[in-house]
């Protein structure tokens, strides 16, 4: 079990890490205390889906279509290789850091609305959990304990995102810690890349 689920929790992990408008509004709610534990259920209801859809819906699609995973593979490769450039490109450039300041407040309805419009509404989204996680969950044995690794990594994530926002905030405050950050992404996309292109 435990070699399926870490790949996922790690592969997971490593997608949802980087800067965007998702995981700053957790990071701003975090901040400011506000509607934190349902932004972050919401946030984390919402990958679980999205996930499950990926592993379990892409392997039946796989299984029915035998060109499918193949085009899949090899279109999460070259995903991973972009997706791996562009952190590399922030790394080196540098310069990038996580706003989250704002005073203005919110209704626990409004929050919620707003942390499902950025999460339902960005087409990248889809790309991460339903195309790439799924791909990539279809090279391994335990499809479930894949699923769940991911699901666990994206759960603990925005957990820690949202109630420790206090915590990391003067850390990636500053650009150097989003360059170190973006660095360690783009590797771990180009590792994952390269192992899709020699299956």
């Known amino acids: 079990m435990m070699a399926s689920f870490l790949p996922g929790f790690l592969l997971s992990l490593s997608l949802i890490l980087a800067i965007g408008a998702q995981n700053a509004f957790v990071l701003r709610q975090?901040?400011?205390?506000?509607?934190?534990?349902?932004?972050?259920?919401?946030?984390?209801?919402?990958?679980v889906i999205l996930i499950t859809a990926g592993v379990f819906g892409f392997g039946s699609l796989a299984s029915a279509v035998p060109w499918f995973e193949p085009l899949m593979r090899y279109g999460g490769a070259l995903f991973l290789l972009w997706y791996g450039w562009q952190n590399a490109r922030s790394a080196w450039r540098g310069g990038a850091a996580l706003d989250t300041s704002g005073s203005e407040t919110q209704s626990?309805?409004?929050?919620?609305?707003?942390?499902?419009?950025?999460?339902?509404?960005?087409?990248?989204?889809?790309?991460?959990?339903?195309?790439?996680i799924g791909s990539v969950s279809s090279q391994y044995?335990?499809?479930?304990?894949?699923?769940?690794?991911?699901?666990?990594?994206?759960i603990l994530f925005f957990?820690?995102?949202?109630?420790?926002?206090?915590?990391i905030a003067p850390l990636f405050a500053r650009p150097r810690a989003w360059q170190v950050l973006d660095g360690i992404i783009a590797l771990t996309m180009w590792a994952l890349a390269l192992k899709l292109l020699l299956l």
């Open 30 to 47: 975090g901040l400011r205390g506000a509607h934190v534990f349902w932004t972050v259920v919401a946030c984390s209801v919402s990958e």
């Open 159 to 167: 957990l820690l995102l949202g109630y420790g926002a206090r915590v």
């Open 141 to 154: 044995p335990d499809r479930l304990a894949f699923g769940i690794g991911a699901s666990a990594a994206s």
């Open 108 to 132: 626990l309805r409004g929050a919620v609305a707003t942390v499902l419009a950025i999460t339902w509404l960005n087409p990248h989204v889809y790309l991460d959990t339903v195309v790439l």
